[in-house]
């Protein structure tokens, strides 16, 4: 890293890093969130953070998990903030490290404007997004010519844990031809069943990717109408995402990951 050709920010005491792990894999990491591991005082990660890109954070910052732990109900996302603004307000460089990008699906927004609230200078280090990333490391592009021009991002529950009301499912199915679903194991059976009454096939491809770009990454592909079923045959577990459409046709060419 020192004898990098190019100067990277330093993480200044006081100041709060909100910065992208990536999906798993310790490579995918950006230059400026590995300024941070080494740089940081203190680190606030999630539960989704890889194990091996904490290991990367300097020996001597102190660690602050904000995840859920053992089926305990997750800390009030209040509490972080406060956390975050406590910890900087002490003088100390603070790295919040959050799973995949800090601003999808990741409560990122929410932390940002607490800072902006309590006046604490702040940086965003944007990550890969596991639906991208999570989706290269199954052999699935996101986009490619022949099949999409378009690609939609959708949580699997809303804030309540339910499938979200605010998706207009007909509108989703009609104009969206990749849809990756995030936090949607759960609801699968129901996810596919919208779509499918919103008019998409249930003989279209989709594919359950686990723990993507980790050591235990697990890929089940199936048809739409049968793809809830086989994950639960398969015994798949979280964190994973749900992709529909044409593209997850191209794993079997691009699998790189068993080459
Ligand atoms: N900010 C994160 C998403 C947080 S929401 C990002 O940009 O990736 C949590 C959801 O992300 C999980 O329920 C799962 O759907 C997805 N996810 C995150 N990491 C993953 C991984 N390594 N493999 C599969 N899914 C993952």
Known sequence: MNTLPLTLPDLQP?????????PGDPGLISLLALQAL???DAVVYDALVDPRVLDLANPLASR????????KPSPRQPDISDQLIQLAGRGLRV????????????????????????????????????GVGGLAYAGIPATSRETNSAIAFVTGHDSSGEVPDS????A???????????????????????????????EESAAVI?????????????????????AVAAAIEPPALVVVGPVVDLRKHLNWLTL
């Open 38 to 40: 080494r740089q940081a």
């Open 167 to 170: 998706v207009d499912w007909p």
């Open 14 to 22: 006081g100041h709060v890093w909100l910065v992208g792990a990536g």
């Open 64 to 71: 602050h998990f904000a995840g859920k732990r053992g089926g």
């Open 95 to 130: 790295l919040r490290l959050k799973g995949g990008d800090p601003f999808v699906f990741g409560r990122g927004a929410e932390e940002a404007m607490a800072l902006v609230a309590a006046g604490v200078p702040f940086r965003v280090v944007p990550g890969i997004t596991s």
């Open 172 to 202: 989703l199915a009609k104009a969206v031809p990749v849809i990756v679903f995030y936090m949607a194991l759960k609801h699968l059976d129901r996810i596919a069943g919208q779509l499918i009454a919103a008019g998409r096939s249930p």
């Open 210 to 230: 686990s723990k993507a770009s980790t050591a235990e990454q697990r890929v089940v592909t199936a048809t739409l109408g049968r793809i809830a079923a086989e």
